[in-house]
């Protein structure tokens, strides 16, 4: 039997597969729009849009050639910005996608599932406490509003036909498990930072006047090396019989502790040495002041816990900058 992983060619996909490898059989199903299939090595990769019509049917069959057993859905977009944008556009790709993934496993009987979610579900959160997995949710943005209405569709899969799922709601995602493994995209706050500061640029602050210590958006940076394992760890949970199982659907994968925008700026500068004060611009809409995980639960129930710290984070996404970039 082997493992699915959708969009495992892209920045935390690669990372899962490289995770995985040392416990199941691969295959990929990517649409290579931003990922690279030089990233799993001589994982099998199957280049394909999860929205397209005819892709459910090219998921059965790929399903059953590599006897897949177990899907991790990370195949998304994710630009919070950019779905305020284009909010259609969004739900087309997003849900689109995830209601031809899980029509294709109940046609293969494949039942066990990984769903890549994620904090933008909760929308604000208090400046005091920890965001919990069974605090209210009400996404600020449609990137967010598609994650939780895939968590639903989870819900009702598993009612109507015995989806077997756990959903990670993953925060703010750094780091590079290795120099080859960076995050190529751009589009996340450390590798944004890096990119401006190599240009001699000033990275962009969106707003310094929520209500934080210091007026920057505080969020929970978690390393992509943790939170492939934590993949991991919630699939193996799901192979598990008995008092091994999840005891629950739903499990915030954070550290804990939440960084300002500010203190990222002053650890890029710190490690890299160079000049990053920032230059401060308009709030993006969207964006809630204060994201940070409570993992009580997530430790209680699976012992997973996230080891790298934010100085690990940014030291390994600029050497892996570095190594791409030099």
Not at 37 to 61: F, I, M, N, Q, W
Not at 183 to 202: C, K, Y
Request: hydrophobic share 40%.
């Amino acid at each position: 039997m082997s493992l699915l992983i959708t969009g495992g060619a892209g920045y935390i996909g690669a990372h899962v597969v490289r995770q995985a490898q040392g416990v199941e059989r691969c295959v990929v199903v990517d649409d290579l729009s931003t990922g690279d299939a030089s990233r799993v090595g001589e994982t099998p990769v199957v280049e394909l849009d999860l929205t397209h019509a005819d892709a459910a049917d090219k998921l059965v069959r790929t399903m059953q050639e590599h006897e897949v057993d177990a899907v991790v859905h990370l195949a998304a977009r994710k630009q919070v910005g950019e779905s305020v944008q284009r909010p259609a556009y969004y739900y087309q790709q997003n849900i689109g996608g995830l209601a031809n993934l899980l029509t294709a496993m109940e046609q293969a009987d494949v039942t066990r599932f990984v769903f890549s979610s994620s904090a933008a579900t909760y929308g604000n959160s208090s400046t005091e406490g920890l965001v919990r997995e069974d605090d209210m949710c009400s996404p600020l943005s449609p990137y967010g509003e598609t994650k939780l209405i895939g968590e639903w569709m989870c819900a009702n899969a598993e009612k109507a036909w015995g989806l077997d799922w756990v959903a990670l709601r993953y925060f703010n995602v750094a780091g590079a498990g290795s120099r080859d493994l960076g995050d190529p995209a751009v589009l996340n706050l450390v590798p944004l930072v890096l990119e401006a500061i190599t240009q001699g640029r000033q990275p962009r602050v969106f707003g310094a006047d929520y209500a934080t210590n210091d007026g920057t958006c505080v969020r929970d940076y978690v390393h992509v090396q943790d939170l492939a394992d934590a993949h991991v760890t919630a699939l193996q949970s799901l192979r598990s019989p008995g008092d091994g199982r999840p005891r629950h659907h739903v499990y915030n994968i954070g550290t804990g502790q939440g960084s300002s925008v500010r203190e990222v700026l002053d650890t890029v500068g710190r490690v890299t040495g160079l000049d990053v004060t920032g230059e401060i611009v308009p709030r993006r809409p969207g964006d809630p002041a204060v994201l940070v995980a409570d993992v009580q639960r997530v430790r209680d129930d699976l012992s997973w816990k996230a080891h790298h710290s934010l100085e690990d984070m940014v030291t390994s996404a600029w050497e892996a900058w570095q190594s791409s970039h030099g």
